[in-house]
């Protein structure tokens, strides 16, 4: 059978899912409403966390077609799947045109030798422009160095979330669009065939690129077959760069179709498999027959992470409240389980109670926190760190590419802000549209400056970010730390106090919330550490008030989430998350033993 190995690649939120949905709705593979972010933590946020395979038979050709993740987080995981495919369907939004991660992929598929497709998407937005997006992103190729076939790309138009799509710009602009066939045809067109029977013939030679987890099957191992054929139950024998090499039998084999894993006897060629039964599979390792050994694949590197924080049993009053698994042996043997298969991730097993967590970004580490809360884990997490290390001598950290879209009368405010957090600009646009501003600025500097880029710009602006490098270390940071609001006391919050309280700064819960002692509660506008009483009723006396101070109105507050408050937090606070709450608390609860520790 003819085969076709694609990944579709964007920003975030530019219609990817959206877009591989409506092409397997199209293909019959499934129902309209059904979706390839099927992990609750994917739906809940709208967003693709996992890159995930699937494949559509179209003109008696198999397509496979990975799905990727746009956030910047999990750029490494991008970078790594592209490795299993032959071109990717590169998806620029009509009205935002090509952004920070547009870029990011986009020139790692250049450097991988890919020829891309284009496709301009959501061109049924009003502020879609679709002359203005298709000559930056022209731009963006060649400034990226594309070659010159490379540049030739062919754009196709598309409405994805309407499975509408057409080749020719003046149909697009007149609204004149067909099903997804333009699409699905360009593919068949542009995408050299990998599948047949002369491949097939040859020997084995796979090339594991992600792998996944099942509490049954264990550690699974995801693979392109480059030539040759893989039976299940076939014994392989497995290779890497470092000189590994081990046989292993195979106990199942999958292939991907719409969102189902098909087990199968065999696979040829081109195709995307499955393996279980290896325990030892990883990234990178090329599998082969037996006997008849064929070349190693070309290596995959697997980024370093950028930050790290640590992990520990939660300690507070009200631990073991709502989770089901509380002890540091349970978390540990969770973190064990998670080093399976995400695969740029660290952990730091050796200290018997405190666990250090290296990963590529704030989300990536917030995904694993968050997926354990759910499964009813409680825990307590430490000040997210940059990672600072020797590089040629010279101490350095990672830095980020961020790129920011705002009206232009907040330019200056941001501007300020990110020269105070040690950014370099490098590039500044002002358009109708707004003012773009890319900077160079240490992840040291971006951390916890979110909330306060939104609360700058008044919502308006966009901040994205990408890693950029390992670059010198700039020293010591001005970060406006927030003053924490503490409760002195432990009981329930009351709307009294509240309402006190609120004109004092900003509040992070409601009236009869239970708090404890040693709880931050909100921070101070002053920017002061506050010791608060939050429980504290009012007073009651004789005399009756007339009753204007009876109707307290509350701000509503300031909900502490998970991403918040890893931005938030200060080095002497600790992040409590348990399953039905995430509150941030002082490490030492009590005042007496913070001051203690203050004066040694
Ligand atoms: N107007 C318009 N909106 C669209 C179109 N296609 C997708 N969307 C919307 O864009 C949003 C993001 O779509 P997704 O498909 O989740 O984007 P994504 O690129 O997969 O996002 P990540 O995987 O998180 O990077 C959703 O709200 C979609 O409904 C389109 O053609 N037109
Ligand atoms: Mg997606």
Request: proline share 4%; charged share 30%; glycine share 8%.
């Amino acid at each position: 059978m003819e085969m076709r190995n694609i990944a579709i690649i964007a920003h975030v939120d530019h219609g990817k899912t959206t877009l591989t949905d409506a092409l397997l709705e199209q293909t019959g593979m499934i129902e309209r409403g059904v979706s390839m972010d099927s992990n609750d933590l994917e739906k809940e946020r709208g967003i693709t966390i996992y890159a995930k395979n699937t494949s559509v038979i179209y003109k008696d050709t198999k397509i496979n077609i990975l799905d990727t993740p746009g956030h910047a987080d999990f750029g490494s995981e991008v970078e790594r799947v592209l490795r299993s495919v032959d071109s990717v369907c590169l998806i620029v939004d009509a009205a935002e045109g090509p952004m920070p991660q547009t870029k990011f992929v986009l020139k790692k598929s250049l450097e991988l030798g890919l020829k891309p497709m284009v496709i301009l998407n959501k061109i049924d937005k009003p502020a879609a422009d679709i002359d203005g997006s298709e000559e930056a992103i022209y731009e963006l190729f060649f400034d990226l160095g594309a070659s010159e076939e490379q540049l030739d790309f062919p754009t196709i138009y598309a409405i994805g979330r309407d499975s509408q799509a057409t080749a020719d710009k003046e149909k697009a602009k007149n609204n004149d669009l067909t099903d997804l066939a333009p699409i699905l045809d360009l593919v068949l067109e542009h995408v050299p065939n990998v599948g047949g029977d002369e491949r097939a013939q040859k020997d084995l030679q796979a090339q594991v690129f992600n792998l996944a987890y099942d509490n049954f099957l264990g550690r699974l191992g995801i693979m392109r077959i480059y030539q040759g054929v893989i039976k299940n139950s076939q014994t392989v024998m497995i290779k890497d760069h470092e000189g590994k090499s081990f046989t292993g039998k195979i106990a199942k084999l999958f292939t991907f179709k719409g969102l189902q894993k098909v087990e199968v006897d065999e696979a040829h060629a081109g195709d995307i498999v499955m393996i279980a039964g290896i325990p030892d599979i990883f990234i990178g390792q090329t599998i082969m027959s037996t006997d008849a050994e064929t070349d190693l694949m070309p290596a995959i590197t697997i980024d370093e992470p950028t930050i790290s924080l640590s992990m520990f049993v939660n300690d507070s009053p009200f631990a073991g409240k709502s989770g089901k698994f509380l002890t540091s042996r349970q978390i540990r043997e969770r973190l064990e389980k998670e080093l399976e298969v995400n695969v740029g991730l660290r952990i730091d097993l050796g200290d018997q109670a405190r666990f250090k967590v290296y990963g590529r970004g704030e989300l990536h580490l917030a995904v694993l926190i968050e997926n354990m809360r759910r499964e009813g884990f409680e825990l307590a997490v430490s000040q997210p760190e940059v990672i600072v290390k020797e590089i040629d001598g010279v101490k350095s950290e990672p830095f980020e590419e961020a790129t920011i879209l705002v009206p232009e009368e907040f330019s200056g405010a941001v501007i300020e802000k990110l020269g105070k957090r040690k950014g370099v600009m490098q590039e500044m646009v002002t358009t109708d549209a707004g003012t773009k501003i890319v900077f160079h600025v240490p992840t040291r500097g971006l951390m916890g400056y979110r909330n306060e880029f939104t609360i700058d710009t008044k919502g308006e602006g966009i901040l994205t970010s990408v890693f950029y490098q390992f670059m010198k270390h700039v020293g010591e940071i001005e970060r406006s730390e927030f003053g924490s609001m503490i409760s002195m006391a432990t009981g329930k919050a009351l709307g009294f106090a509240l309402g006190n309280l609120q004109q004092r700064g900003v509040l992070y819960i409601d009236p009869n919330t239970e708090v404890y002692e040693g709880q931050v509660i909100g921070y101070s506008s002053k920017g002061e550490e506050m010791m608060v009483n939050p429980t504290k009723g009012k007073q009651l006396t004789n005399v009756r008030a007339s009753g204007t101070d009876e109707a307290i109105k509350l701000v509503p507050p300031y909900e502490i989430t998970l991403e918040r408050g890893l931005g938030m937090m200060g080095s002497d606070e600790y992040l409590e998350v348990t399953p039905d709450a995430v509150r941030l608390r002082k490490s030492f609860l009590k005042e007496s033993d913070r001051k203690k520790k203050g004066r040694k």
